[in-house]
């Protein structure tokens, strides 16, 4: 019974004084461009992309030679630093993404 109505007092709290996560915003923004990008990725695929590190996948989202199974493969295997440099230029990297 507590517990309930600790629940309902916290459900009618304003928004900015709920309990969050510490990237809640963060998440929901970055699930927000990936849904956006890829609309046919599930959404065990788009949370196994929010677990690349975050300017990885900012450049692999800024790409446009980038599709959805490219994505999940560097969500696998990583990116090397000179695949990352090159994808932040807007170059095209062998061996990488089909490419």
Not at 28 to 42: K, T
Not at 57 to 78: H, I, Q, R, S
Request: hydrophobic share 45%; net charge negative.
């Amino acid at each position: 019974m507590l517990a309930r109505l600790r629940e309902e007092a916290a459900s009618k709290l304003p928004p900015f004084l709920r309990s969050q996560t510490k990237y809640s915003y963060y998440f929901a923004w970055m699930a927000g461009r990936i849904a956006s990008r890829f609309p046919e990725l599930d959404e065990a695929s788009a949370d196994k992309l929010l677990l690349m590190d975050s300017g990885q996948l900012d450049v692999l989202l800024e790409n446009a030679n980038v599709d959805a199974a490219a994505l999940l493969e560097a969500a696998d295997k990583g990116l090397t630093w000179d695949a990352y440099h090159r994808l932040a230029t807007h170059q095209a990297v062998p061996g990488l993404l089909g490419q």
